[in-house]
T-cell receptor, first 114, second 114 residues
Framework: AQSVAQPEDQVNVAEGNPLTVKCTYS??????LFWYVQYPNRGLQFLLK??????LVKGSYGFEAEFNKSQTSFHLKKPSALVSDSALYFC????????????FGTGTRLLVSP | SQTIHQWPATLVQPVGSPLSLECTVE??????LYWYRQAAGRGLQLLFY??????ISSEVPQNLSASRPQDRQFILSSKKLLLSDSGFYLC?????????????FGSGTRLTVV
């Protein structure tokens, strides 16, 4: 079965510093991977996806993610964190049943301090 | 434009009362539709998905049911709520074939069973 793991419950970073939120995946075949962000009491918002092509994927709000097949990772990154980036981040993989369900990780809370 | 509407935003219901949460999408046809529950502000659990009118698949046994009476309408229901039904309920859709943004989520319903 397809799955993703987010090993960190929380990531703390100072404003202006680079940030990384980790995600590893376990899939059979080529993965379809996604990152979403959730602000308090809101639905999830799409940040970026990897389907095929370049290993470095650029997304919304200055975020990017690097697909690494050998390490089965899809880490989310941003060169310079903003306080407004503080939120809950989810990694997800699309399953292969044909119903296009997404399987989500447990989420990582990002706290950016001023 | 393609949008998703979910209501109500918040709901407080007594134990044993019925439940009906509604989700509608606009600007698309024949979408895949999904109901997720988020407990304790973290993990997302897929409850139901639907690939067409009247077609409902349940992911986990529970006190809830879902229906899709129209192409762009997805309803989550319960005849008698339990305390454990409290949580944040999210509706999502994905166009066929897979859209560039994966899922689009509604804004969620915060359900508190008292």
């Amino acid at each position: 079965a397809q799955s993703v793991a987010q090993p960190e419950d929380q990531v703390n970073v100072a404003e202006g510093n680079p940030l990384t939120v980790k995600c590893t995946y376990s899939v059979s075949g080529n993965p379809y991977l996604f990152w979403y962000v959730q602000y308090p009491n809101r639905g999830l918002q799409f940040l970026l996806k990897y389907i095929t092509g370049d290993n470095l994927v650029k997304g919304s709000y200055g975020f990017e993610a690097e697909f690494n097949k050998s390490q089965t990772s899809f880490h989310l990154k941003k060169p310079s964190a903003l306080v407004s980036d503080s939120a809950l981040y989810f990694c997800a993989v699309r399953d292969r049943t044909g119903f296009q369900k997404l399987v989500f990780g447990t989420g990582t809370r990002l706290l950016v301090s001023p | 434009s393609q949008t998703i509407h979910q209501w109500p935003a918040t709901l407080v219901q007594p134990v044993g009362s019925p439940l009906s949460l509604e989700c509608t999408v606009e600007g698309t046809s024949n979408p895949n539709l999904y109901w997720y529950r988020q407990a304790a502000g973290r993990g997302l659990q897929l409850l139901f998905y639907s690939v067409g009118i009247g077609q409902i698949s349940s992911e986990v046994p529970q006190n809830l049911s879902a229906s899709r009476p129209q192409d762009r309408q997805f309803i989550l229901s319960s005849k008698k709520l339990l305390l454990s039904d409290s949580g944040f309920y999210l509706c999502a859709w994905m166009p066929l074939p897979t859209g560039n943004r994966g899922y689009t989520f509604g804004s969620g319903t915060r359900l508190t069973v008292v």
